[in-house]
């Protein structure tokens, strides 16, 4: 008699993590006390809220709330500053789990003061956020290839440790090529897509109101009904980067079923925000069963079976 062991273990830019689920930089991985409950949950990392380089208090409230299939959220980057986020990787080392830092600068100066400094630090990944939607006045750095050159320059041969973007969604093939040559053009080992479809607008019809306080309503939207967009990027990245750069799949994962469609589109891990906000840490668990229950019955024994093979009709 033997076992089958099924393996849903990953590595990203050589970094080892113990499952193919992980959180997401955005709700709940601001504070100390955050990551921790991250930590010693089935979140196979411990990604950090993206950080600026003075702390923010982020924008007036109401800024999140959930929708009937996802949430909205004009959250504007409530964060400790970076130096604080330099500080928590050794304390967090009894975890054993790999630790991803997000920087998300308001100029080129602030990205690349940042990236060096975590590139000093204790992180073993650096995703850098190119796609915060919900600065009042300041476009998304990833919607404009310019921008994101120069800051592509500035931070890719800052230290050793991988870099990734974390990318906004596009949604005409020419945008995604643009940005896949610059991803190869420079020293990424990863990209992160989706962050939250930006810009969106909920009006609450008693009140005739936006439900979101900041920039008049505009905010961004996540969760299940995004997911179509967020798999789309995977795959049409997955496609243009030809397993050259790694992706973390994001948006709208609720269920193991989830996951594995991303692992079909060709994503390399998959991070959740949304779920994790509304259900709180133990989703990791949950959601990382499922899938492996998947596998199983489907009778894959290792994610790599199934990575990028979507079949077509
Ligand atoms: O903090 C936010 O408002 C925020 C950020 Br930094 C981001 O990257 N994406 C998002 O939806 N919200």
Same mark, same amino acid.
């Given at each position: 008699m033997y076992f089958i062991i099924m393996e849903t273990k990953t590595k990203i830019a050589g970094v080892e993590f113990g499952s193919y689920v992980l959180n997401a930089s955005?709700?709940?991985?601001?504070?100390l006390e955050e990551l921790k409950v991250i930590g010693g949950s089935g979140s196979s990392a411990i990604m950090m809220k993206s950080s600026t380089i003075e702390p923010r208090q982020g924008?007036?409230?109401?800024r999140y709330a959930k929708l009937l299939s996802g949430s909205i959220q004009?959250?504007?980057? @409530?964060?400790? =500053?970076?130096q604080e986020y330099i500080k928590f990787p050794i304390q967090l080392q009894k975890y054993n789990k790999p630790i991803i830092a997000s920087v998300a600068g308001l100029c080129v100066e602030d990205y690349k003061k940042m990236v060096k400094a975590f590139q000093d630090s204790e992180v073993d990944l650096i995703e850098v956020n190119?796609?915060?939607?919900?600065?009042?006045?300041k476009p998304q750095a990833a919607y404009d290839f310019k921008q994101s050159e120069e800051i592509l320059k500035a931070i890719?041969?800052?230290?050793?440790k991988p870099i990734g973007l974390k990318l906004p969604p596009y949604y005409d093939f020419a945008h995604t090529k643009q940005m896949a040559e610059l991803i190869k053009k420079y020293n990424v080992s990863f990209v992160t897509c989706i962050n939250s479809v930006g810009n969106v607008l909920v009006i609450d019809p008693e009140t005739e109101?936006?439900?979101?306080? @900041?920039?008049? =309503?505009f905010a961004g939207l996540g969760g299940s009904c995004i997911k179509p967009i967020a798999l789309a990027n995977v795959r049409k990245f997955y496609e243009l980067l030809k397993g050259e750069v790694q992706i973390f799949g994001v948006g709208g994962i609720e269920s193991g079923a989830d996951v594995f469609e991303f692992l079909l589109a060709g994503a390399d891990a998959v991070q959740v925000a949304t779920t994790f906000k509304e259900e709180g840490a133990t989703c990791f668990e949950r959601i990382n069963k499922e899938f492996e229950e998947i596998m199983k019955r489907k009778n894959y024994n290792s994610i790599d079976e199934v990575k990028g093979n979507l079949k077509f009709l």
């Open positions: 955005g709700p709940d991985c601001s504070t924008n007036e409230e109401p004009c959250m504007g980057l @409530p964060n400790l =500053g970076y190119l796609s915060c939607p919900n600065l009042e006045g890719s041969d800052l230290g050793n109101t936006p439900i979101i306080k @900041p920039k008049k =309503g």
